[in-house]
Structure formats: C-alpha cells, structure tokens
C-alpha cells in the first residue's frame, strides 16, 4: 500500500522559511517516480500546483513561488522536500505532496502578517 506523509508545516511569519517533507513507504519509490509535485489548497479557493520535478532532476515552479520555493528529493531515504523562503500570508494553505497518482494527506501551512 502506497502511503505519502507530509510533515513540516505550521506558524510562520511573514517573511519566515519553513521545509515540508514528504516521506514515500510502500510502493512508492521517489527515486523511480516519473513526476513528483507539491501542491497546495488555500482555504475558499481550488488547489494548485505549486513544484514539479521530473525523473532527470528537472523542477518547474508556478510564477508565484519561483525564487522561493525549492524542491528537492533524497531518493535514498525515500523523501520529497519542499524548502520555503520569504513565506508570505498569501502562501497559507494545506499543502500535499504528489507522486505519480499518489496523494498525501496534507500539512498545514499559517503564515502571519
């Protein structure tokens, strides 16, 4: 059973960093996945994709993001990482990792102004 974990969120100020984690277990393998994505659902509004990487280490952000967030994987221990900088309010949200068509169950990310 393939099982995505998302740890790493919480309160922020703005301005402030945080690192998400994602941990991969059962048949996933992040070393082997073809697309690993952050993604994130802003309280009222539909989610979206926030970071892309593909399998040859290539990342993607959305426009709003890019110079901030980075992506980053640890295929050895099975983790997909989400760093954050200069977090801003507009930022908050549940945040999920996605592997191929695996979802997490999202972490919560507060960011005050």
């Known amino acids: 059973q393939v099982q995505l974990v998302e740890s790493g969120g919480g309160l922020v100020q703005a301005g402030g960093s945080l690192t998400l984690a994602c941990a991969a277990s059962?048949?996933?393998?992040?070393?082997?996945?073809?697309?690993m994505r952050w993604l994130r659902q802003a309280p009222g509004k539909e989610s979206e994709w926030v970071a892309q990487?593909?399998?040859?280490?290539?990342?993607y952000y959305t426009d709003s993001v890019k110079g901030r967030f980075t992506i980053s994987r640890d295929n050895a221990n099975n983790r997909l990482f989400l760093q954050m900088n200069s977090l801003q309010p507009e930022d908050r949200a549940v945040y999920y990792c996605?592997?191929?068509?695996?979802w997490g169950r999202g972490t919560r990310v507060t960011v005050s102004s």
């Open positions: 059962g048949c996933t393998s992040i070393a082997s996945a073809y697309a």
């Open positions: 996605k592997v191929d068509a695996n």
């Open positions: 990487m593909l399998p040859g280490g290539s990342t």
